[in-house]
């Protein structure tokens, strides 16, 4: 199916590695023109050439540095669609935790969406997807501050779609599960705590854990045009894992 992506322009946070990623390379493959920021440098310019995406280094949470690469990027060529994929993976108590949880993994969120939103405006196809977690809709290993503010970005998400529905642009949110990547966190715990990811694992029924590019498929499509009548949706990527009934 033509996901009629050719020819948009798409920014995605955190597009080197995991599912930010899967989204860049599921975008460029589908013919839209992607331009992605990362931390670090050198995996941003070996990622940019592999895939022929723009690439920026910078840190979402410098909220100066953030917004003047969509601004950038929007008077280059305006902007269609924004993926809001980084987290902080601050996991565990502390206060540190609860500020670098809010500052990247929901206000990179929201500033991303501000600084796009002139641009976006002026889209045919206008279009917003940030990434949250199954975390934010139950309570499990990664409660406190990484859940709450997975949750918050569903919340915000679903205020956006209301808030800007009269002028045509969509946002959804993509919540995947447990997902597994050479480099990930998954693969840091089967390595440093390996009951603890014997009993991560268990908990999926399809007995393993979900690929980049499984997940990379939902944020494609209810990016993509094709999704044009989906709005406020937190569309669940988890391969069944939580069972909890979402109404």
Same mark, same amino acid.
């Given at each position: ?8 322009? @798409? ?10 990623? @899967? ?6 493959? $589908? ?17 940019? $050439? ?10 979402? !949470?410098?909220?100066? !540095?953030? @917004? !003047?690469?969509?601004?950038d990027e929007g008077e280059a060529g305006g902007i269609d669609i924004v993926i809001a994929n980084v987290s902080a993976l601050a996991i565990g108590p502390g $206060? ?24 976006? $405006? ?28 997975? !949750? ?70 209810l990016a993509s045009p094709r999704a044009s009548r989906i709005s406020g949706t937190n569309l669940v990527a988890d391969g069944a894992l939580t069972r909890g009934?979402?109404?």
């Amino acid at each position: 199916m033509d996901l009629q992506l050719t020819g948009r322009k @798409a920014l995605v946070t955190g597009g080197t590695k995991g599912i930010g990623g @899967a989204v860049v390379d599921l975008l460029v493959e $589908e013919g839209a023109t992607v331009a992605f920021c990362a931390r670090n440098a050198e995996e941003v310019k070996a990622k940019a $050439e592999a895939t022929g995406a723009s690439g920026r280094a910078l840190d979402v !949470a410098d909220a100066g !540095a953030l @917004a !003047a690469w969509v601004r950038d990027e929007g008077e280059a060529g305006g902007i269609d669609i924004v993926i809001a994929n980084v987290s902080a993976l601050a996991i565990g108590p502390g $206060e540190e935790n609860w500020r670098n949880s809010f500052e990247i993994d929901l206000m990179h969120t929201v500033r991303m969406v501000e600084a796009a939103m002139p641009y976006l $405006e002026k889209s045919e196809v206008p279009s917003i997807v940030a990434v949250s977690s199954v975390s934010g809709r139950e309570a499990d290993f990664a409660g406190g501050s990484y859940g709450v503010m997975k !949750a918050a970005i569903v919340h915000y998400m679903s205020g956006l779609a209301f808030d800007l529905a009269a002028r045509g642009i969509r946002a959804n949110t993509v919540s995947p599960g447990n997902v597994y990547f050479d480099g990930g966190v998954w693969q840091n715990i089967e390595r440093t705590q390996p009951e603890f990811f014997a009993e991560a694992m268990a908990l999926n029924p399809t007995g393993r854990m979900g690929t980049p590019e499984e997940t990379a498929y939902a944020v494609v499509m209810l990016a993509s045009p094709r999704a044009s009548r989906i709005s406020g949706t937190n569309l669940v990527a988890d391969g069944a894992l939580t069972r909890g009934v979402q109404l």
